[in-house]
């Protein structure tokens, strides 16, 4: 997937012969011919991903919303010199030639606008977290879905070549049934110091382990977990202010799943995912996010596929071509705001097992614990 670190292995591994990995469409899908235009709402630093994956594609974004018309003025000189700088959402939405809105406001903010957005008719890509309770994004959920538009999370995870290719394999059953996950992460989340996200006391839990959350639930498919334990505690080298320690357990019937967060890893950094099924196992690993070997095992041998690309941006291209594509082809889009809802239920009740040291069912906790 890179040329960094191409050869980075995990350290234990069965013996097996080597074979031929399967060709698994892991990599973005432009739509075939529809092209709209794209408006871009709040210009914060994650958004130049989104653009430089957008112009990669050959997308056409027309305008630039931001408060802070100087961001919106930066991503313009970036990016899109021919599109239009707006300080108000409203002027994007009232355009009859913007069809499709990349709305990447922060979460507390974003709700309103992404309502205003589809009342004006345009397909929507809200940023994630998508929302902070389950109601109201049930609700917008049914609003798209009463006008007939599609509204769909950057839930960008899913798309990073290796969750992509694990996606694929899982899905097209060439492990069997899954049985069990196991996620850990080791890096350093101390960068979160002097920003806005040292102030959210689950920044971990929350905001970063969504992604976790989310792709455990495309591994598991319709298998809705029965309970989750989770736990948050700091680190005693940490610099951040929110608990950088975080894990969760979570139970299905007859398989189980864990995820460990360690965000004050200052040497050996590794980011690992294991599932195994009844008819083989899957595992990727690497020293960060973007740098990962994923590993095929099954009874015809072992399968170390080498994938192109890289989340960033790839990730965020196939949130948006996976919009468009749906679009395109009248369907409910991979990443659709519905099917998110269960990864937010999942994430709800992780956190508020984390606060109240009890397990919690999934669905049952309607609104992020604050």
């Not at 653009?51 to 305008?63: E, F, P, R």
């Not at 041998?301 to 749906?326: I, K, Q, Y």
Request: proline share 6%; charged share 20%.
């Amino acid at each position: 997937m890179s040329d960094k670190h191409p050869d980075y292995t995990c350290q234990a591994r069965p013996a097996g012969e080597q074979v031929e990995a399967p060709q698994l469409p892991y990599r973005p899908s432009n739509p075939r011919s529809y092209r709209p235009n794209i408006g871009l709402i709040a210009c914060g630093a994650v958004t130049t991903t989104h653009l430089q994956a957008y112009k990669a594609a050959g997308y056409s974004v027309v305008a630039l919303c931001d408060c802070m018309r100087e961001r919106a003025e930066e991503r313009r000189r970036d990016f899109y010199p021919e599109a239009r700088v707006y300080t108000d959402y409203r002027d994007v939405l009232k355009r009859d030639d913007v069809h499709v809105v990349d709305i990447a406001l922060h979460a507390p903010q974003r709700h309103p606008i992404i309502r205003a957005a589809l009342n004006a008719g345009k397909h929507v890509l809200s940023q994630k977290p998508f929302v902070l309770d389950l109601d109201t994004g049930l609700e917008l959920v049914e609003l798209a879905e009463k006008k007939n538009l599609r509204l769909a999370v950057n839930q960008n995870g899913r798309f990073a070549p290796h969750f992509a290719y694990m996606r694929h394999a899982i899905a097209e059953g060439l492990i069997g049934t899954p049985m069990s996950a196991h996620i850990d992460i080791h890096w350093d989340h101390n960068w979160i110091v002097a920003t806005a996200f040292d102030q959210v006391h689950h920044v971990i839990l929350h905001d970063f382990a969504i992604h976790w959350f989310d792709i455990l639930c495309c591994f598991m498919g319709q298998r809705q977990p029965r309970r989750v334990f989770a736990s948050l505690a700091r680190s005693p080298s940490q610099k951040a202010k929110p608990p950088l320690l975080g894990q969760a357990l979570v139970e299905y019937d007859n398989a189980q799943a864990s995820l460990v967060f360690d965000g004050d890893t200052r040497f050996g950094q590794e980011d690992r995912t294991f599932v195994a099924g009844n008819h083989g196992s899957i595992q990727s690993c690497g020293p960060d996010l973007s740098h990962q070997q994923v590993t095929l095992f099954t009874a015809r041998g072992v399968a170390r596929p080498r994938l192109e690309g890289n989340w960033f941006p790839d990730g965020f291209h196939g949130t948006m071509a996976e919009l468009l594509c749906s679009i395109e082809e009248n369907r409910e889009p991979l990443n659709s705001a519905r099917n998110n809802l269960r990864s937010l239920a999942l994430c709800f009740a992780a956190v508020a097992s984390a606060e109240t040291g009890q397990p919690q069912v999934p669905g049952q906790v309607r609104r992020l614990p604050q």
